[in-house]
Protein backbone atom coordinates (compact mmCIF):
# COMPACT_ATOMS: atom_id res chain seq x y z
CA UNK A 1 0.00 0.00 0.00
CA UNK A 2 1.38 3.20 -0.65
CA UNK A 3 2.33 5.93 1.92
CA UNK A 4 -0.87 7.93 2.23
CA UNK A 5 1.25 11.33 3.55
CA UNK A 6 2.57 11.42 0.15
CA UNK A 7 -0.30 10.99 -2.23
CA UNK A 8 -1.74 14.23 -3.74
CA UNK A 9 -1.90 14.74 -7.05
CA UNK A 10 -5.20 12.82 -8.59
CA UNK A 11 -2.97 10.56 -10.48
CA UNK A 12 -1.34 9.95 -7.31
CA UNK A 13 -4.56 9.02 -5.48
CA UNK A 14 -5.90 6.66 -8.60
CA UNK A 15 -2.98 4.65 -8.45
CA UNK A 16 -3.39 4.63 -4.49
CA UNK A 17 -6.93 3.94 -4.83
CA UNK A 18 -5.88 0.92 -7.26
CA UNK A 19 -3.79 -0.57 -4.55
CA UNK A 20 -6.85 -0.81 -2.10
CA UNK A 21 -6.18 2.38 -0.04
CA UNK A 22 -9.57 3.64 1.12
CA UNK A 23 -7.73 6.75 2.36
CA UNK A 24 -7.14 7.88 -1.02
CA UNK A 25 -10.11 7.28 -2.34
CA UNK A 26 -11.94 9.42 0.33
CA UNK A 27 -9.71 12.01 -0.71
CA UNK A 28 -10.51 12.02 -4.16
CA UNK A 29 -13.86 11.45 -3.57
CA UNK A 30 -13.73 14.86 -1.12
CA UNK A 31 -12.37 16.61 -3.79
CA UNK A 32 -14.67 15.67 -6.51
CA UNK A 33 -17.74 15.11 -4.87
CA UNK A 34 -19.56 18.48 -5.28
CA UNK A 35 -17.88 19.40 -8.83
CA UNK A 36 -19.64 16.28 -10.01
CA UNK A 37 -22.92 16.59 -8.21
CA UNK A 38 -23.35 19.84 -9.44
CA UNK A 39 -22.07 19.19 -12.73
CA UNK A 40 -24.78 15.86 -13.08
CA UNK A 41 -27.45 17.62 -11.17
CA UNK A 42 -27.49 20.45 -13.93
CA UNK A 43 -27.03 18.22 -16.72
CA UNK A 44 -30.39 16.00 -15.59
CA UNK A 45 -32.44 18.17 -13.29
CA UNK A 46 -32.70 16.28 -10.73
CA UNK A 47 -31.03 16.20 -7.10
CA UNK A 48 -31.84 12.54 -6.02
CA UNK A 49 -31.22 11.64 -9.52
CA UNK A 50 -28.02 13.22 -9.28
CA UNK A 51 -26.94 12.12 -6.11
CA UNK A 52 -27.11 8.11 -6.85
CA UNK A 53 -25.43 9.11 -9.97
CA UNK A 54 -22.66 10.82 -8.31
CA UNK A 55 -22.32 7.75 -5.85
CA UNK A 56 -22.01 5.44 -8.96
CA UNK A 57 -19.23 7.22 -10.68
CA UNK A 58 -17.03 7.01 -7.55
CA UNK A 59 -17.88 3.03 -6.91
CA UNK A 60 -16.65 2.86 -10.94
CA UNK A 61 -13.46 4.65 -9.99
CA UNK A 62 -12.97 2.40 -7.33
CA UNK A 63 -13.38 -0.55 -8.90
CA UNK A 64 -11.65 0.31 -12.04
CA UNK A 65 -8.86 2.49 -10.65
CA UNK A 66 -6.20 -0.45 -11.35
CA UNK A 67 -6.64 0.20 -15.08
CA UNK A 68 -6.18 3.71 -14.84
CA UNK A 69 -2.94 4.30 -17.67
CA UNK A 70 -1.04 7.81 -16.82
CA UNK A 71 -1.47 9.61 -20.46
CA UNK A 72 0.60 12.09 -21.86
CA UNK A 73 -1.90 15.15 -21.23
CA UNK A 74 -4.66 12.62 -19.85
CA UNK A 75 -6.77 14.01 -16.17
CA UNK A 76 -8.46 12.35 -13.77
CA UNK A 77 -11.06 15.15 -13.58
CA UNK A 78 -11.51 14.25 -17.80
CA UNK A 79 -12.11 10.86 -16.79
CA UNK A 80 -14.21 11.21 -13.97
CA UNK A 81 -16.32 13.78 -15.81
CA UNK A 82 -16.46 11.23 -18.73
CA UNK A 83 -18.17 8.42 -16.05
CA UNK A 84 -20.46 10.87 -14.76
CA UNK A 85 -21.43 12.42 -18.26
CA UNK A 86 -22.04 8.69 -19.77
CA UNK A 87 -23.90 7.55 -16.13
CA UNK A 88 -26.11 10.71 -16.86
CA UNK A 89 -26.39 10.16 -19.80
CA UNK A 90 -27.71 6.82 -19.34
CA UNK A 91 -30.60 7.78 -16.61
CA UNK A 92 -31.78 10.37 -19.02
CA UNK A 93 -32.42 7.78 -21.48
CA UNK A 94 -34.27 5.56 -18.80
CA UNK A 95 -36.27 8.36 -18.18
CA UNK A 96 -36.99 9.18 -21.37
CA UNK A 97 -37.91 5.68 -21.98
CA UNK A 98 -40.19 4.97 -18.87
CA UNK A 99 -41.62 8.91 -17.91
CA UNK A 100 -42.19 9.74 -21.96
CA UNK A 101 -45.89 10.42 -20.76
CA UNK A 102 -45.51 11.88 -17.62
CA UNK A 103 -45.14 15.79 -17.93
CA UNK A 104 -42.60 16.15 -14.69
CA UNK A 105 -40.82 19.31 -14.10
CA UNK A 106 -40.07 17.95 -10.84
CA UNK A 107 -36.48 19.01 -11.61
CA UNK A 108 -37.37 22.71 -12.92
CA UNK A 109 -39.39 23.20 -9.70
CA UNK A 110 -36.34 21.92 -7.11
CA UNK A 111 -34.02 24.68 -9.19
CA UNK A 112 -36.49 27.24 -8.49
CA UNK A 113 -36.68 26.34 -5.35
CA UNK A 114 -32.91 26.55 -4.60
CA UNK A 115 -32.21 29.91 -5.69
CA UNK A 116 -34.69 31.62 -3.40
CA UNK A 117 -31.54 32.33 -1.05
CA UNK A 118 -30.00 34.65 -4.42
CA UNK A 119 -30.17 38.88 -3.03
CA UNK A 120 -31.24 40.69 -6.26
CA UNK A 121 -34.83 39.47 -7.36
CA UNK A 122 -33.56 40.66 -10.93
CA UNK A 123 -30.91 38.42 -11.13
CA UNK A 124 -32.50 35.87 -9.09
CA UNK A 125 -35.46 35.79 -12.06
CA UNK A 126 -32.70 36.04 -14.95
CA UNK A 127 -30.90 32.67 -12.87
CA UNK A 128 -34.22 31.16 -13.36
CA UNK A 129 -34.80 31.88 -16.63
CA UNK A 130 -31.38 30.91 -17.80
CA UNK A 131 -31.42 27.72 -15.67
CA UNK A 132 -34.80 26.42 -16.74
CA UNK A 133 -33.66 27.18 -20.62
CA UNK A 134 -30.34 25.10 -19.75
CA UNK A 135 -32.98 22.48 -19.03
CA UNK A 136 -34.67 22.54 -22.74
CA UNK A 137 -31.52 22.80 -25.08
CA UNK A 138 -30.33 19.90 -26.41
CA UNK A 139 -28.48 17.31 -24.15
CA UNK A 140 -24.96 17.72 -25.93
CA UNK A 141 -24.61 21.35 -25.55
CA UNK A 142 -25.53 21.39 -22.43
CA UNK A 143 -22.77 18.75 -21.44
CA UNK A 144 -20.39 20.93 -23.25
CA UNK A 145 -21.23 24.45 -21.89
CA UNK A 146 -21.19 23.16 -18.44
CA UNK A 147 -17.75 21.47 -18.81
CA UNK A 148 -16.63 24.33 -20.40
CA UNK A 149 -18.15 27.18 -17.94
CA UNK A 150 -18.50 25.65 -14.60
CA UNK A 151 -15.49 22.79 -14.87
CA UNK A 152 -13.01 25.26 -16.43
CA UNK A 153 -12.27 22.01 -18.97
CA UNK A 154 -10.61 22.67 -22.43
CA UNK A 155 -12.01 21.99 -25.94
CA UNK A 156 -9.62 18.83 -25.87
CA UNK A 157 -10.71 17.84 -22.45
CA UNK A 158 -14.19 17.94 -23.52
CA UNK A 159 -13.74 16.26 -26.42
CA UNK A 160 -12.54 13.48 -24.65
CA UNK A 161 -15.41 13.52 -22.17
CA UNK A 162 -18.42 13.57 -24.82
CA UNK A 163 -15.96 12.00 -27.52
CA UNK A 164 -16.34 14.48 -30.18
CA UNK A 165 -14.14 16.36 -32.13
CA UNK A 166 -12.71 19.72 -30.70
CA UNK A 167 -14.57 21.58 -33.54
CA UNK A 168 -17.96 20.07 -32.81
CA UNK A 169 -17.33 20.56 -29.08
CA UNK A 170 -16.54 24.60 -30.21
CA UNK A 171 -20.29 24.31 -32.33
CA UNK A 172 -21.47 22.75 -29.19
CA UNK A 173 -20.70 25.73 -26.86
CA UNK A 174 -21.43 28.47 -29.44
CA UNK A 175 -25.32 27.28 -30.01
CA UNK A 176 -25.37 26.99 -26.05
CA UNK A 177 -24.65 30.14 -25.74
CA UNK A 178 -26.09 31.93 -28.58
CA UNK A 179 -29.22 30.03 -27.44
CA UNK A 180 -29.05 30.96 -23.71
CA UNK A 181 -28.05 34.95 -24.44
CA UNK A 182 -31.47 35.53 -26.30
CA UNK A 183 -33.04 34.96 -22.39
CA UNK A 184 -30.23 37.47 -21.47
CA UNK A 185 -31.32 40.01 -24.20
CA UNK A 186 -34.99 39.64 -22.47
CA UNK A 187 -33.78 40.52 -19.88
CA UNK B 1 -13.25 40.74 -40.98
CA UNK B 2 -16.31 41.08 -41.44
CA UNK B 3 -18.65 41.49 -37.60
CA UNK B 4 -20.77 38.27 -39.24
CA UNK B 5 -17.27 36.28 -38.99
CA UNK B 6 -16.31 37.92 -35.52
CA UNK B 7 -19.41 36.92 -33.55
CA UNK B 8 -19.06 33.26 -34.76
CA UNK B 9 -15.60 33.15 -33.35
CA UNK B 10 -16.75 35.26 -29.79
CA UNK B 11 -17.49 31.93 -27.90
CA UNK B 12 -14.12 30.62 -28.30
CA UNK B 13 -12.53 33.97 -27.87
CA UNK B 14 -13.86 33.57 -24.59
CA UNK B 15 -13.10 30.45 -23.83
CA UNK B 16 -9.40 31.66 -25.16
CA UNK B 17 -9.75 28.33 -27.53
CA UNK B 18 -9.42 30.49 -31.01
CA UNK B 19 -5.03 30.41 -32.23
CA UNK B 20 -3.15 33.66 -31.32
CA UNK B 21 -3.74 35.39 -34.80
CA UNK B 22 -7.70 34.76 -34.74
CA UNK B 23 -7.60 36.18 -31.13
CA UNK B 24 -6.12 39.69 -32.35
CA UNK B 25 -8.40 40.19 -35.41
CA UNK B 26 -11.24 39.61 -33.00
CA UNK B 27 -9.77 41.91 -30.49
CA UNK B 28 -8.69 44.49 -32.93
CA UNK B 29 -12.04 44.26 -34.27
CA UNK B 30 -14.08 44.84 -31.00
CA UNK B 31 -11.89 48.15 -30.74
CA UNK B 32 -14.12 50.07 -32.89
CA UNK B 33 -17.21 47.76 -33.16
CA UNK B 34 -19.39 48.58 -30.42
CA UNK B 35 -22.06 46.19 -31.72
CA UNK B 36 -19.99 43.00 -30.98
CA UNK B 37 -18.61 44.49 -28.17
CA UNK B 38 -22.33 44.08 -27.11
CA UNK B 39 -22.79 40.91 -27.90
CA UNK B 40 -19.41 39.48 -26.46
CA UNK B 41 -20.67 41.06 -22.97
CA UNK B 42 -24.12 38.65 -23.70
CA UNK B 43 -22.27 35.94 -23.54
CA UNK B 44 -20.22 36.93 -20.86
CA UNK B 45 -23.36 37.38 -18.73
CA UNK B 46 -24.32 33.84 -19.81
CA UNK B 47 -21.39 32.27 -18.36
CA UNK B 48 -21.38 35.09 -15.14
CA UNK B 49 -25.38 33.79 -14.55
CA UNK B 50 -24.26 29.93 -15.30
CA UNK B 51 -21.24 30.77 -12.52
CA UNK B 52 -24.04 32.81 -10.24
CA UNK B 53 -26.53 29.90 -10.23
CA UNK B 54 -26.32 28.15 -6.81
CA UNK B 55 -24.15 25.24 -6.04
CA UNK B 56 -24.84 22.59 -4.10
CA UNK B 57 -23.30 19.84 -2.05
CA UNK B 58 -23.61 16.22 -1.14
CA UNK B 59 -25.97 14.93 1.63
CA UNK B 60 -24.05 15.13 5.15
CA UNK B 61 -24.29 11.45 4.89
CA UNK B 62 -22.89 11.44 1.54
CA UNK B 63 -19.04 9.93 1.94
CA UNK B 64 -19.91 7.87 4.67
CA UNK B 65 -22.57 5.61 2.49
CA UNK B 66 -20.20 5.71 -0.25
CA UNK B 67 -17.27 3.97 2.27
CA UNK B 68 -19.81 1.80 3.29
CA UNK B 69 -20.83 0.67 -0.19
CA UNK B 70 -16.77 0.44 -1.08
CA UNK B 71 -16.70 -1.67 2.23
CA UNK B 72 -18.99 -4.11 0.73
CA UNK B 73 -17.77 -4.42 -2.65
CA UNK B 74 -14.48 -5.30 -1.12
CA UNK B 75 -15.44 -7.43 1.03
CA UNK B 76 -17.36 -9.44 -1.79
CA UNK B 77 -14.54 -8.88 -3.71
CA UNK B 78 -12.54 -10.55 -0.61
CA UNK B 79 -15.06 -13.20 -0.08
CA UNK B 80 -14.79 -14.30 -3.46
CA UNK B 81 -11.25 -14.73 -4.13
CA UNK B 82 -11.19 -16.95 -0.98
CA UNK B 83 -13.76 -18.84 -2.51
CA UNK B 84 -11.75 -19.09 -5.50
CA UNK B 85 -9.05 -19.95 -3.71
CA UNK B 86 -10.94 -23.06 -1.82
CA UNK B 87 -12.47 -24.70 -4.73
CA UNK B 88 -9.90 -23.83 -7.44
CA UNK B 89 -7.86 -27.08 -6.85
CA UNK B 90 -11.82 -28.93 -6.40
CA UNK B 91 -12.80 -27.74 -10.03
CA UNK B 92 -9.40 -28.43 -11.32
CA UNK B 93 -10.34 -32.13 -10.83
CA UNK B 94 -13.63 -32.28 -11.64
CA UNK B 95 -12.41 -30.77 -15.07
CA UNK B 96 -9.58 -32.85 -15.24
CA UNK B 97 -11.86 -35.94 -14.57
CA UNK B 98 -14.56 -35.36 -17.28
CA UNK B 99 -11.84 -34.80 -19.81
CA UNK B 100 -10.45 -38.45 -18.77
CA UNK B 101 -14.02 -39.86 -19.24
CA UNK B 102 -14.63 -37.98 -22.28
CA UNK B 103 -11.25 -39.07 -24.16
CA UNK B 104 -11.99 -43.02 -23.16
CA UNK B 105 -15.05 -42.35 -24.78
CA UNK B 106 -13.79 -41.60 -27.94
CA UNK B 107 -11.07 -45.31 -28.09
CA UNK B 108 -12.92 -47.97 -30.07
CA UNK B 109 -12.45 -50.84 -27.89
CA UNK B 110 -13.13 -54.58 -28.26
CA UNK B 111 -12.66 -58.02 -25.95
CA UNK B 112 -10.25 -60.69 -26.78
CA UNK B 113 -13.60 -62.78 -27.23
CA UNK B 114 -13.85 -61.23 -30.35
CA UNK B 115 -10.83 -62.01 -31.84
CA UNK B 116 -11.25 -65.74 -30.88
CA UNK B 117 -12.58 -66.82 -34.50
CA UNK B 118 -9.36 -65.76 -35.87
CA UNK B 119 -6.61 -68.51 -36.66
CA UNK B 120 -3.54 -68.58 -34.06
CA UNK B 121 -0.73 -66.32 -34.95
CA UNK B 122 -3.13 -63.81 -37.68
CA UNK B 123 -2.85 -61.02 -36.22
CA UNK B 124 0.31 -60.10 -36.89
CA UNK B 125 -0.04 -60.97 -40.51
CA UNK B 126 -3.47 -58.61 -40.44
CA UNK B 127 -2.04 -55.85 -38.34
CA UNK B 128 0.98 -55.77 -41.38
CA UNK B 129 -1.37 -56.06 -44.19
CA UNK B 130 -3.10 -53.07 -42.81
CA UNK B 131 -0.13 -51.14 -42.20
CA UNK B 132 0.88 -52.07 -46.13
CA UNK B 133 -2.44 -51.12 -47.30
CA UNK B 134 -1.98 -47.52 -45.68
CA UNK B 135 1.24 -46.88 -47.88
Known amino acids: MNNFSSV ?9 IGNGDHKAFERLADRYKNALLNFVYRYIGDMSAAQEVTQEVFLRIYKAAYKFKEIENAKVSTWLFKIAYNLSMNELKRRKRYLRLLNDHAGEKEMVDRTQAFESIENRELIEAVMSELSLIPENQRAALLLRVNQELSYREISEV ?15 RRH ?7 G | MKCRNIRENLSAYIDEELYPDQSENVTQHLLHCPECSSALEVLQKVDTVLNNAPLYSVPAKFS ?14 ENLNIINLIFAPIKKF ?13 FKTATLDEFSDFP ?3 MGYIYFNLIDQRK
Open chain 2, 120 to 122: PCS
Open chain 2, 64 to 77: EKLMHEIDITSSST
Open chain 2, 94 to 106: ILNFFTLIESLKS
Open chain 1, 162 to 176: LNISVSSVEMLIFRA
Open chain 1, 8 to 16: NSDVELIKA
Open chain 1, 180 to 186: LKQHINR
